[in-house]
């Protein structure tokens, strides 16, 4: 359509004339890619790191070792007799 026949189409039309409807613009943010991460060029951003969900980690983990190393101190104690 060119500028002549747009120009004619709003002439024409008796109503409002408006481009977008008032009030905040309410479309989907563009994800900004994160500076360091492995993926920034492809646009994933990496969740930052879950504090509670790191401590239960390094607790389950200090509770292995200590079994493991209790285990064996049996096992040891076990075979110099």
Known sequence: MTDDETMKALAAYGGKVTRFPPGKARGDQPIKP????????????VPPPDQ?????QRRIERAR????????????????R
């Open 65 to 80: 070792r200590q079994r493991i190393t209790r285990r064996n101190a049996m096992i040891r104690k076990g075979m110099a």
């Open 34 to 45: 994160k500076a360091g991460c492995d993926g920034a060029a492809a646009g994933w951003q």
């Open 52 to 56: 509670d969900k790191q401590r239960r």
